[in-house]
């Protein structure tokens, strides 16, 4: 069935003034209906466990089904990957058969329930619906504290996000759903703080051997501070070669895709690190760990560890080092089945800019002919005609 409007929040921010704020909200949508405020075509809100399996049946059908997306956006809201995989589903389906440069429908509504001390991104921050007569209050404290402290003025927003519901469901609501099928694994989270854009698709992670998924396994600037700038905030922004040279891991990884037309993405290290790598071998997507093996003993990368759970043809791990111990130290340490192989895509100790940037451009196109290799094999086993049957045939009378 059909919804209005789909409520996407962190299931830690659900408390009695939250869903009394759904209860209100809908209250104030019925009368522009022709339902009773608690009726799901009023709106659709996940009240069980988000299970994966759940997926497909319950979220998938709402997301592709309601008029306007709701975001309650927080802290934890920017953090929760369900929802980040909520947006992005969402924002697929009304941008569909748009060009570029064209706008898509504002079926999107963000609404403060915590400030977020950065700010909310771009694309949520734009479309804010404020009313203006507690524009500082709303912003400055959230709706949740517009609930508890300021009765006036929480009415005044929950009104206001109601009509602004109602009027973008009377334009929009002939959304088409997205075709296709969609796996929970294969949905991107939209709030990433990461390069991923270039790898997905309407339907999700691209499949195959032109999209290359990058992990820099490095020390952050808080766990080894010097040499000064050779580290940063993220894995990303580790500088191998500084001094002298200042160019980062994650603009040697750009600009060898970049060289070779592939599609870019990086996945950062978190405890989520098995399903990703799973998941890129599946897809028989490429992916190319550049590891500091100075670093590989910190809590922060030892995640990684689980590379050689999901080590194929379009693997590799490349360690940037002027040491030849020091890399050996971190395989057998990290890597210990690796360290064994022998394989020639292990790749260290890499010791200049100029070096590492020859062993990517060589890397990736090895493995992209390597899992070419491996995939038209499989295809050319599976379009063979099956063997005809020989010998003497009698009749049977």
């Known amino acids: 069935m059909s919804h209005i409007a789909f409520f996407s929040y962190a299931r830690v921010n659900f408390d009695r003034y939250l869903a009394n704020f759904f209860d209100d909200l809908c209250t104030e949508i019925s009368p522009w209906t022709k339902w009773a405020p608690e009726d799901a075509s009023v709106s659709f809100r996940d009240k069980d466990l988000r299970l994966m399996e759940n997926w497909k049946t319950h979220i998938d059908q709402a997301l592709q089904s309601s008029a306007v997306l709701v975001c309650i956006t927080s802290p934890a809201y920017l ?80 009104t206001a996000f109601a009509q602004a519901i109602v009027r973008a469901w009377r334009e929009h609501r002939n959304i088409r759903p997205l075709s296709g099928s969609r796996d929970f694994s294969d949905i991107p989270d939209m709030f990433a703080d990461s390069e991923w854009e270039e790898a997905a698709g309407p339907n999700g992670w691209l499949s195959g051997p032109e999209v290359a998924n990058f992990v820099f396994a490095s ?58 790598l799973g998941s890129v071998k599946r897809r028989k997507n490429l992916s190319v760990v550049i590891a500091d093996p100075k670093a590989l003993h910190l809590k922060s990368c030892q995640p990684i560890g689980v590379l050689e759970k999901h080590w ?39 010791r200049t800019s100029k070096e590492l940037e020859l062993t990517l451009d060589l890397t990736l196109t090895e493995l992209r002919a390597a899992v070419t290799r491996v995939e038209t094999s499989k295809k050319k086993k599976t379009d063979e005609a099956p063997p005809m049957l020989t010998g003497t045939t009698e009749s049977v009378g």
């Open 79 to 158: 953090n929760s990957k369900f929802c980040g995989k909520e947006y992005y589903v969402f924002d697929q389906r009304r941008r569909q058969g748009l060009p570029s440069t064209k706008e898509p429908p504002p079926v999107i509504l963000p609404v403060i329930w915590a400030p977020v001390v950065e700010g909310l991104p771009g694309y949520l921050d734009e479309v804010q619906q404020v009313p203006s007569k507690v524009s500082t209050a709303y912003r400055d404290n959230g709706l949740r504290y517009l609930a508890r402290f300021d009765g006036s003025a929480y009415e005044q927003c929950v």
């Open 219 to 276: 020390a952050l600037k808080n766990e080894i501070p010097h040499p000064e700038g050779r580290y940063g905030s993220h894995g990303s922004e580790w500088r191998p070669y500084l001094p002298p040279d200042a160019t980062t891991v994650l603009e040697h990884a750009r600009s060898a895709t970049r060289k070779q037309s592939l599609k870019f993405r990086e996945i950062p290290i978190s405890t989520d690190m098995d399903d990703e």
């Open 312 to 350: 194929w043809e379009g693997s590799a791990l490349i360690l940037p080092s002027e040491d030849e111990q020091t890399c050996q130290n971190g395989l057998n340490a990290t890597f210990p089945l690796l360290s064994q192989l022998k394989t020639p895509n292990v790749r260290g100790p890499v």
